[in-house]
């Protein structure tokens, strides 16, 4: 039910976490769902924050699954995938720091061998002029506020809307301007667009690289999301942060893909 606010309820509590809308909209698709990994995503994006209304049309029924990839995966840095207990998110964490990594990934010690050339993501993702137009107004059907992030200056002196960040400076100096906008019906809150757009910009200002290295299986407890240590100096990651892609596994080891992002200085 809706409370006078305006917020979703569940067990008299509101709910306008990400995470927990993420998971109320799970338990009412249908879907078999991983409710232990659910859970575990749920603290990690609970921090944005959801403030809408779900009706649907007087003759349609609203499709839980349909709304969470209309809604919520474009602004959140999820994916869902299907593990032997069902769907379940997979939260990248773009903004991963040394001393959050579960695990290191050690060419340099022998204790992993590089499978793969290194790949880069297409230039053409690139981003850096990033703009949300967000909390809809449905009495002036158009969304009342919008925030950017950009790395040109001159956007920034012309559109007061935009704030200068660190890693769309070192892209446009780089590559130009090259701008993505978007909307989203279901945010109201500055903070929860700043946060939408600053993992934005730690995912498409730079490109990123990928790589694939074989394992031992006592790495076993590596899945996708890990953020992890990468060392292999032979292509210049003596010791970078990544998330690991997909795990394959094979008799006597796996072979873990992780993408590494370009990280600018200062």
Known sequence: RWSGAG?????????????????????????????GRTEAARDLLDTYRIDTVIVADPKERIRALGWIREHLLPILPVTLRTGPEGLY????RWDATA????ASIDADADRAARESAVEYTSRADVRNSL???????????????????????????????????????????????????????????????????????????????????????????????SVVEVRDTEIGMASVIGLVEAVRWRRRDAVVSVIVLDRPEG
């Open 7 to 35: 917020g979703l309820e569940r067990g008299g509590t509101e709910i306008r976490g990400a995470g927990e809308v993420l998971l109320w909209m799970l338990q009412r698709s249908g879907a078999r769902w991983d409710a």
């Open 89 to 92: 998110p997979v939260v990248w």
């Open 99 to 102: 001393g959050d990594e579960i």
């Open 131 to 225: 703009s949300l137009r967000y909390r809809w107004a449905a009495n002036r059907e158009t969304h009342a506020r919008r925030s950017g992030i950009t790395g040109d200056l001159d956007e920034l002196a012309q559109d007061s809307a935009f704030r200068e960040q660190l890693w769309c400076r070192h892209s446009f100096l780089r590559y130009g301007r090259r701008s993505l906008e978007a909307t989203s019906d279901v945010i109201a809150e500055d903070g929860t667009a700043q946060a939408i757009l600053t993992w934005w910009a730690r995912r498409y200002a730079l490109p990123a690289r990928r790589c694939q290295w074989s394992i031992s299986l006592d790495l076993a407890y590596m899945e996708p999301g």
